[in-house]
């Protein structure tokens, strides 16, 4: 039982960071689009 709630926390371990670089990857994406419209702006 123990073995099976282990490969959980692993899978939640993995999932987090990847969610973050992606997240990380859009607002890099995104924020110099911003920047340029308040710029026009």
Request: hydrophobic share 60%; aromatic share 4%; net charge negative.
């Amino acid at each position: 039982m123990s073995h099976a709630h282990d490969d959980q926390d692993y899978e939640v371990i993995g999932v987090v960071p990847s969610i973050a670089m992606v997240l990380a990857g859009l607002i890099v994406a995104i924020l110099p689009a911003l920047m340029q419209l308040y710029l026009l702006m």
